[in-house]
């Protein structure tokens, strides 16, 4: 048996004893996925067993360095462990965007002491992270951004606005962009961290079409940001006034997280659920919505392979680096189609908004939320820009 | 499997690619041929150098003197083709033939892989009775007759059909039109008495023939494989044909856009460069977008198919689907981009869109293949 061989027996039996029944379940409600933080609860025990084993085996982040909370897999173990968590329909353990967004951009631009405190942290989900990059007059064009650092020695003191805050309100500390230096556009916008448990930090919820509201005005009244939480630790990451580059590093990651959405880890066609979700209510599925079906799992099926293919291009370093803004705008407009169809599978079922066999309108709120998807992260328009500037080098703005 | 090439892959990949630019390219080829009307549709010669390549045994065993690669390699030779829409023989005798012939007798196999091999042979299959794919419906039938078969009917849009020196053809030996069993596969040489021709030229340039069977006299050693048991071959042979069908298919999908995205760079209106357009630049994005999701499902279905994996048959249809759609998407906004010159014959991006029209429709368009999709999946 080679190396790799043993690795997926040793996995597989890891997963059989240690991911609990409940957790192989799809995710039906917002409490299934387990986010972490200060004051985190486990909707059950089994939701904590999980949890619990795989932050010790370093499977919450599976392939972060053992130092930092991992587990130290290679490309190649990854890619097994997602292939049998897939298999079994195993949830992820901890949900992140520490794991998602914060952790790369340290990894690549953190100090030994960043990495050692934050890391871990996060891969034990200790401290639950929201990320303070678009303000009421900068979403797209974000290197506008105006909330201000006022340099005070060895600290700064923040002013501004933060929008779209996602969970800013449960979130423990945040990830901002601030400007310290007004007159270069690029070169003056540092990465901070703070906690937002802090003196000056306020959020307020702001209500989404979906009837949920996990998204927040973040506002920032005289707010102390240290220069360093300690020996090797500083408050900021990367240089001091080049925060764009790890903001835009990092950015690529958010795509690459979103775009995700699209796909699945499985040759499973969606058409097979709703039909026979479809069937099983004594509905009947026109010949036309079942054509659309096909076409969209023709889609979604290939977007799959895409998705797999994107994987083993980054981790073998191969791939044009611009690869995650077609990942993200492809991704998410396959999902908006995805629950286009969902609604129109489910019939008038898919409209009760609220009621106890439809899980609390969850259909209908996913659909809503699933607009965000070609919004949040950047547009598809900001994606199409970018792939038209950077891969296929178009002239021009 | 990582899905992207080995290093010896990609290694063939550019001598592929050089080759097809350098002999394959379109003026060479297929302009070349079609100025002149050739009855073929493809030059012989470029089949023999195809031949020194290595390509033309590709999918040949090497117990039966081929390379025995893999649907990825081949795949690899015929993203070139389509990039450079080199008519040839490949993709009917070399993919599709090639993978009947795999199952045939070693009398068979003696009698044809070595000329196939070579670059001497042209071989067709000869499978759907109407204008669109319907391989499940067989109506062509083979009957006993001494210690061997007699074959009557006829099979349209045959690709290559005069030009080949045999011709791969399912036929029915019991049973009715509609049945899964009693298909049995027939190598019919070109000189066969009673079988008729009327080649016809395609959109493409391409040729194909109507072929009639008149009471065909074949010994029974003409049977590749089981009699009564052609359906799994046949299945085979249009698993490999359809996988590359998609991969040719990306080849004209990439090529056609490469070509839009070098004008846009080029013509000037309004002062500007198109390309600085957001209107186009955006419908650029999108289609690259399209292209490389395609390509994805392509090697995707590849690497299934060389595993043997169950779920191969799946996704050769997806692929074959959605290179339908990502390559039928770069003509159109090809030619549209180009504005007037696109549509001129002496420019290359119509010859794209016309090649498209063919291969999507060979061997089951988007909608059979979407269609199938949704059975495969239990909808
Ligand atoms: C659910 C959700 C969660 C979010 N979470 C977070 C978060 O956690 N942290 C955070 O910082 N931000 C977050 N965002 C903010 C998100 O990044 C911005 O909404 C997004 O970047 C778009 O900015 P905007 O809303 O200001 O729209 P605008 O930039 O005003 O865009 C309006 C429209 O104009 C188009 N447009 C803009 N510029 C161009 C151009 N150059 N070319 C063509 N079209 C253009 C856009 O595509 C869009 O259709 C979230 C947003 C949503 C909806
Ligand atoms: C069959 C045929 C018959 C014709 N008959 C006649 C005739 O009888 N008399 C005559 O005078 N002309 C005739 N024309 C010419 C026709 O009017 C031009 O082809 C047409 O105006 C487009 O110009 P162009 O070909 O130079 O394309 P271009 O202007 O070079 O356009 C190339 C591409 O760029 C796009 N583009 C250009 N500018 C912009 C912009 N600002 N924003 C976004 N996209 C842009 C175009 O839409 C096109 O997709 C004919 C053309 C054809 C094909």
């Known amino acids: 048996m080679s190396d790799l061989e043993k690795f997926r027996a040793e996995t597989r039996e890891w997963l059989e004893a240690n991911c609990p029944e409940e957790m192989r379940q799809p995710v039906r409600e917002d409490d299934d996925v387990y986010w972490g933080g200060r004051n985190a609860t486990f909707k059950n025990d089994a939701q904590k067993a999980w949890f619990e084993a795989a932050r010790d085996k370093g499977y919450t982040v599976p392939s972060w360095p053992k130092e930092y909370g991992g587990a130290g897999l290679s490309p190649a173990e990854a890619k097994i462990l997602r292939q049998e968590m897939a298999a079994i329909g195993a949830r992820p353990p901890l949900s992140s965007f520490g794991i998602w967004m914060l952790g790369p951009a340290l990894l690549k631009f953190g100090t030994e002491g960043q990495k050692k405190r934050f890391l871990n942290e996060i891969a034990r989900g200790e401290i639950r992270w929201c990320q303070g990059y678009s303000e009421p007059g900068s979403g797209s064009d974000l290197v506008s951004m105006q909330t201000y650092g006022e340099d005070k020695g060895d600290h700064w003191i923040v002013n501004g606005q933060k929008i779209w805050t ?3 309100d449960k979130a423990d500390w945040i990830f ?10 690029y070169k003056g916008i540092t990465f901070m961290l703070f906690d937002m448990a802090g003196e000056g930090v306020s959020t307020k919820p702001i209500l989404l079409i979906s009837g949920n509201s996990p998204f927040c005005e973040t506002f920032m009244d005289n707010v102390k940001v240290p220069k360093s939480y300690g020996e090797d630790c500083p408050g900021y990451v990367g240089e001091i006034n080049r925060g764009w580059d790890v903001a835009k590093y990092l950015l690529g990651h958010e795509r690459e997280m979103i775009s995700g959405m699209g796909g699945g880890d499985r040759l499973t066609a969606i058409g097979t659920a709703m039909t026979r979700h479809a069937a099983k209510n004594g509905d009947e599925i026109d010949p036309v919505l079942r054509s659309e079906m096909a076409l969209f799992d023709v889609d979604a099926l290939a977007f799959t392979a895409m998705a797999e293919k994107f994987m083993d ?85 | 499997m990582p899905l992207y090439h080995t290093e010896d892959q990609a290694m063939l990949a550019d001598s592929a690619r050089g080759f097809m630019a350098e002999e394959g390219n379109i003026s060479k080829q297929l302009r070349h041929w079609r100025d002149r009307n050739c009855k073929d549709g493809f030059g012989h010669g470029l089949w023999k150098q195809m031949a020194e390549m290595g390509f033309t045994g590709m999918l040949v065993s090497e117990d039966d003197g081929g390379l025995g690669m893999g649907h990825v390699e081949a795949g690899i030779v015929l993203e070139e083709i389509g990039r450079n829409l ?22 068979l196999k003696g009698r044809y892989l070595p000329g196939l091999i070579e670059g001497e042979s042209v071989f067709a299959v000869a499978i ?14 083979a009957e006993k007759s001494g210690n061997g078969f007699k074959l009557s009917g006829s099979k349209s849009f045959v690709i290559q059909g005069a030009s080949s020196d045999m011709i791969v053809v399912a036929a029915r030996t019991s049973g009715s039109d509609e049945d899964e069993d009693g298909i049995t596969l027939f190598a019919v040489p070109q000189d066969a008495d009673g079988m008729s021709q009327n080649p016809v030229r395609l959109v493409d340039s391409s040729m194909a023939s109507h072929i009639k069977f008149d009471g065909v006299e074949l010994d029974g050693d003409a049977v590749i494989g089981e009699v009564d048991g052609g359906r799994e071959v046949l299945n085979a042979m249009l698993a490999a044909g359809r996988v590359g069908a998609a991969a040719e298919g990306v080849g004209v999908a990439q090529g056609a856009m490469d070509m839009t995205v ?23 994005a999108h289609l690259y977008s399209e292209v490389e999701v395609a390509r994805a499902a392509t090697i995707k279905a590849q690497q299934l198919l060389d595993e043997g994996a169950p779920s191969a048959d799946l996704m050769t249809s997806v692929a074959k689907a959605k290179v339908a759609k990502a390559a039928g998407l770069a003509v159109k906004e090809g030619v549209q981009m180009h504005g007037g010159i696109g549509m001129t014959d002496e420019y290359d991006i119509g010859l794209y869109m016309k090649r498209d029209r063919a291969l999507a429709e060979f061997l089951g368009d988007a909608y059979f293949h979407a269609n199938r999709v949704a059975q495969l999946s239990g909808y």
């Open chain 1, 176 to 185: 901002c962009l601030v400007r310290t230096n007004k007159d270069d556009k």
């Open chain 2, 86 to 107: 080199t008519p040839s023989p490949f993709l009917t005798s070399s993919v599709l033939a090639a993978t009947a012939l795999g199952h045939a007798s070693s009398d």
């Open chain 1, 166 to 168: 996602s969970y800013a």
């Open chain 2, 262 to 284: 070098d004008y846009l760079k080029q013509r000037k209106q309004f002062g500007k460069l198109i390309g600085e357009f957001q209107a186009l630049q955006h419908r650029a």
């Open chain 1, 313 to 397: 291009e980054m981790k073998a370093g191969k791939g044009h680096p611009a690869q995650p803004n077609m990942m993200k705008y492809v991704g998410t407009e396959i999902n908006k189609r995805r629950h286009e169809l969902m609604m129109s599978a489910g019939g008038s079922r898919s409209l009760e908004w609220e009621s106890e066999e439809t899980r609390g309108g969850k259909a209908p709120r996913d659909w809503l939320r699933t607009k965000a998807n070609s919004i949040e992260g950047g547009t598809s328009e900001v994606m199409l820009n970018v792939i038209s500037k950077r891969i296929l080098e178009l002239p021009g703005g």
């Open chain 2, 128 to 141: 759907d009775e109407t204008a669109k794919h319907r391989p499940s419906r067989i109506g062509t039938r």
